[in-house]
């Protein structure tokens, strides 16, 4: 098979792929509908008061930050889900015996995440083009923290699904984790608001950099150095893919 099992790689991301297209309707309209949701409120309760953000209109700083949050929220759920699932159902013995490396099944389980996360992106950024002008100031940087920001949630839910034994724990990582961190990253406002203590918090948070390099692509403006970003987003990256590896190249909780 040479150095990788090509044949046996696709087939594991065609998988993860048909996972979340066969029922579109969960994965991919309604997370759109939801951050539509969002924006409607933040529009209707504080549009009015806060008419512009760092001088851009307060609409279209809100717009990137959401399109982020609903990609990584779904990148995550791709892969812990798939993983637990195939746990609990006991059909994870079927991908381990199949001649893959732990490198290859990393990344076959990660695949998914990422092209669910960006079908969500492109689906949520599409719909809220209809109400929000939409301006592309650095196509590279925003590309780049889409698929960085995916990897980093696909490799934490991969991380997560296979530490949890059960949906109660994975449900306590998205509340108590994933959340959170989503939630206090300068998604809905500009960390530049925040007292001085929060800031420095803040620049301790790596979904900090994924929300605030990939709102750089559309307005050009942003509360951190982008490159400091891109280098945090490549960092925290490399470190899950080797947990990720050694979690499955030594069976943690995936083989009796």
């Not at 961190?181 to 948070?205: D, K, M, V």
Request: hydrophobic share 55%.
């Amino acid at each position: 098979m040479g150095a990788v099992n090509w044949v046996g790689l696709a087939t594991l991301c065609g998988r993860e792929v048909r996972r979340f297209t066969k029922v579109f309707i969960q994965t991919l309209l309604a997370p759109m509908v939801t951050t539509l949701l969002f924006l409607a409120i933040f529009a209707l309760a504080l549009g009015r008061l806060s008419q512009t953000v760092g001088g851009v209109p307060f609409m279209e700083f809100l717009a990137p930050g959401l399109i982020m949050m609903a990609i990584v929220q779904n990148a995550f759920a791709n892969t812990s889900s798939s993983i637990i699932g195939s746990k609990m159902q006991g059909n994870i013995v079927d991908t381990l015996m199949a001649p893959l490396t732990a490198h290859e099944l990393t990344l076959g389980y990660a695949f998914g995440g990422i092209a669910r996360g960006i079908a969500v992106g492109v689906t949520v950024g599409l719909a809220m083009s209809v109400f929000v002008p939409m301006h592309i100031h650095h196509l590279g940087f925003i590309l780049f923290h889409a698929v960085a920001a995916s990897l980093m949630l696909a490799l934490m839910g991969l991380m997560g699904g296979i530490w949890a034994d059960k949906f109660d724990q994975m449900s306590a990582i998205t509340n108590f984790v994933v959340t959170p961190l989503s939630f206090l990253s300068g998604t809905f406002y500009s960390i530049q608001r925040l007292p001085e203590t929060f800031q420095a918090l803040a620049h301790f948070n790596p979904f900090f950099y994924m929300i605030d390099g990939f709102r750089y692509g559309f307005i050009g403006s942003s509360d951190a150095d982008p490159l400091t970003g891109v280098l945090v987003l490549t960092a925290v990256d490399a470190v899950l893919w080797v947990c990720c590896y050694r979690m499955i190249a030594s069976g943690y909780k995936l083989k009796p």
